[in-house]
């Protein structure tokens, strides 16, 4: 009888795929916080509460500017949200930080509060992988939580298969490349080989701290300091390592497949 | 242990005056850690600590049945020195690490070549143990593997579908974590130690956090060990139950696969729900825990925790249950419990030969001194008994978490950690999901890191995973290599 108990057993569980992105996303945990908000104009002068309590010195202050905060060095330990005695850095609860441009991970300047939102891939590469993305993983010195959480985008609650977006084993049958890891010198070869062994049209994407900047171990002379070192990156996607939210928002937003690119309504912490 | 052992005793998670360390000739500290080795103690970590252009080696040893670790050292030595490896297996990828840290070549190695260094292009450009013949072809796989997962390559000798022999070349993570540690602890170390390997954030961390509660000579809240107990089997239970389900992913047994996927990330949600992020980042830190769990938080975690150990439950029964599962599990990948002791496996995959080893029971430090669970232990050495061991953790690990959530001790959750002792000594070890982690600190002066050795139990279990596959078919890899489920970057440092 054990082929009709597992059928039923499977038929109880029903189906247990998230609503999100027709319906609400699944909410963040409480103490995870989200994105951070930086208001350098807060900053009064000679303040620098905030510098020496970030492990990877993600927070800079020129001299006769307000802090600047990088978020692809940030492992949201939210040290410095409880060290800032003036409310300028505070945590959004916002799930949606993946960005194009490097620089538009630095937070501070007056209109460059929080992160500017990915835009989509232009017309051509739009149209091309819009529906259809395939990608082709590479760790180059992660450390195995930015992988898992990438592969749970494959588990039944995230299915990613419904996006038309799927991890191949082929470098060949890839149009994308997701990076983890600083990029360690052993693994640069094999990271460049796979990218070379990747038909054009093709993209980068590179997915946690350590890949964006090196993260903790930026400065080691054992690693690269992140993807943008050795191959163009198109997504950055923050977080220590990003929340399966942050990495599948971030992909549906550069293929154009989300219309939120307002930023007046983060979804409430729970 | 008489007075006269060549050996310092040492609690697990205590420190020691390194001038008290008993200081040998290197051919007598070979000779005495290859006697007590031979009587049934465990290698932890044989390390170099470079002093004045030579190098003093330290071998930290594990008595099991007396509960116990010992330390002793050798004069400092340049050059050669007779192989422990000759005499112990086990020793033998602790030499080849010291010999490509500090150019000290132990004579009568079998086998010495880099652990991490790029000789060339990567890791992988060395030579490797080959077979000769007309129907022996090699197979080579990696750095990069078709899924997502971390890089490392593996050499097989095959005839036909039959493996002779893997080799297992790493290093392609490599970080430079050990090498930083020098001089710290700095302000990015505990980061990096939550990341030595991603998934065993909690486990690393606390190792890391008890080498410095031992340098300070302080013991952090009971109430912040409890937690770090907590959130450790919490660690354990995740991972497991995502190891399950990828085991039944590999011989095509789907409902579990997919039902398992989704309940290894509730038990990550559950850690969340402590310190907001699925891996435990930031929750342990030196002198405690940085966040406390309220009473309404852990009534939300007992209630989620029963929810999501009897799911879990029910999706290994279908596994169980099946016999087409259960014939791919059997007498595929043996090791012997022979076999695995010589070579020192720790963990489950040790567990798995029958061997009763568990830090947790033998040297039980924080909150394990007072709370248990039973050592899961299976004899048969095969993916079967690999996979039935972390199904008899996953279970007793969830009869633990339930007991102690309801046991909480009351009281502060951290409390501010006094300096570092100078000149001294600490070991710590904890019970990871994979097995043992071995965290050494050796401090100068000034109280600072002179030496610094991490120890993951994929250190010593990859050479179990290379002799699984002799005489299997290499079509049995992957279920074979799943069934160890072992960090590259937990090695490769």
Not at chain 1, 178 to 198: C, F, H, I, Q, Y
Request: hydrophobic share 45%.
């Amino acid at each position: 009888m054990f082929v009709f108990d597992t059928i039923t057993h499977r038929l109880r569980r029903g189906c247990e795929t998230m609503a999100y992105p027709n319906g609400p996303a699944p909410a963040l945990p409480d103490r995870h916080g989200g994105a951070l908000r930086v208001d350098a104009a807060k900053c009064p002068d000679g303040c620098a509460e905030c510098l020496p309590v970030c492990p990877t010195e993600a927070i800079t202050r020129p001299a006769g500017r307000g802090i600047a905060l990088d978020l692809g060095r940030c492992l949201f330990c939210a040290a410095c949200v409880e060290a800032c005695p003036h409310g300028a850095i505070i945590q959004t609860g916002d799930y949606r930080m993946a960005v194009r441009r490097r620089e538009d991970l630095v937070l501070g300047e007056p209109g460059r509060e929080q992160v500017r939102l990915a835009d989509a891939l232009d017309g051509k590469l739009r149209k091309l992988f819009g529906r259809s993305l395939r990608l082709r993983q590479v760790s180059a010195g992660g450390n195995g939580a930015e992988e898992a959480d990438l592969n749970v985008l494959g588990t039944i609650g995230w299915d990613l298969g419904r996006f038309g977006i799927q991890f191949v084993a082929s470098p060949r049958h890839a149009d994308g490349l997701v990076v983890t890891g600083p990029v360690s010198r052993n693994m640069e070869l094999a990271l460049k080989k796979t990218w070379d062994a990747m038909p054009e049209p093709k993209i980068v994407i590179a997915v946690g701290a350590e890949a964006i900047s090196g993260g903790v171990f930026a400065g080691h002379p054992e690693v690269r300091g992140g993807v943008a070192a050795v191959l163009p990156v198109d997504l950055f996607i923050p977080g220590w390592p990003p929340h399966p939210l942050t990495i599948l928002d971030g992909l549906l937003r550069l293929l154009g497949r989300l219309e939120d690119e307002g930023r007046l309504t983060p979804p409430p912490a729970t | 242990m008489s007075t006269a052992s060549p050996f310092l005793l040492l609690a697990n998670a205590t420190s020691l005056p390194w001038a008290e360390v008993p200081e040998w000739p290197v051919a007598e500290l070979v000779r005495h850690t290859a006697a007590e080795l031979g009587r049934g103690a465990r290698l932890c970590a044989w390390f170099g600590v470079p002093e004045a252009g030579a190098t003093r080696l330290v071998a930290v040893i594990a008595f099991d049945a007396d509960n116990t670790l010992a330390v002793a050292r050798s004069a400092p030595v340049a050059g050669r020195y007779p192989a422990l490896t000759a005499l112990q297996p086990q020793a033998h990828l602790f030499e080849r690490e010291v010999w490509e840290q500090s150019g000290l070549i132990p004579e009568g190695h079998p086998w010495l070549k880099p652990v991490r260094k790029t000789a060339g292009a990567a890791p992988a450009a060395v030579d490797f143990f080959r077979v000769d013949g007309g129907e022996i072809h090699e197979v080579a796989v990696g750095p990069v593997h078709a899924g997502i997962i971390e890089p490392g390559h593996f050499r097989f000798q095959c005839a036909g579908e039959e493996v002779l022999h893997l080799e297992i070349a790493l290093g392609y993570q490599h970080r430079g974590v050990e090498r930083a540690l020098s001089g710290g602890p700095h302000r990015a170390t505990m980061s990096q130690m939550e990341v030595v390997a991603g998934d065993t954030t909690i486990g690393h961390a606390t190792a890391h956090a008890s080498v410095l509660e031992a340098l300070a000579g302080a013991e952090p809240p009971l109430r912040a060990q409890w937690l770090r107990a907590v959130a450790l089997e919490l660690e354990r239970l995740a991972n497991h139950t995502g190891d399950l389900g990828a085991l039944s992913n590999d011989v095509a047994f789907l409902p579990t696969a997919s039902a398992c996927g989704k309940i290894r990330g509730d038990f990550l949600n559950l850690t969340a729900l402590l310190c907001g992020n699925r891996f435990g980042r930031g929750l342990v830190q030196p002198g405690g825990c940085r966040l406390d769990a309220e009473p309404d938080r852990l009534a939300r975690l007992r209630e989620r925790l029963t929810a999501a150990l009897a799911e879990v439950e029910q999706a290994s029964a279908w596994m169980w249950d099946a016999a087409s599962v259960r014939s791919r599990f059997e007498n595929i990948g043996t090791i012997h419990a022979r076999q695995a002791a010589e070579l020192g496996l720790v963990g489950p995959a040790a567990r798995a030969c029958g061997l009763v080893r568990d830090v947790r029971y033998d040297h039980p430090a924080g909150w394990h001194r007072l709370a248990q669970a039973p050592v899961a232990v299976w004899p048969s050495g095969d993916v079967f008994a690999r996979a039935r061991v972390r199904w008899l953790e996953v279970q007793r690990s969830g009869q633990l978490l339930t007991e102690q959530l309801a046991a909480q001790p009351e009281g502060e959750i951290r409390a501010e950690l006094p300096p570092a002792a100078p000149d001294t000594l600490a070991v710590a070890l904890v019970e990871g999901w994979r097995g043992e982690i071995c965290h050494v600190a050796l401090t100068d002066a000034a109280g600072r890191f002179r030496r610094y050795k991490i120890v993951d139990p994929s250190f010593h279990n990859w050479i179990g995973l290379a002799l699984a596959l002799r005489g299997q078919a290499i079509s049995d890899f992957p279920v074979c290599n799943k069934s160890f489920n072992l960090s590259y970057c937990g090695f490769d440092l």
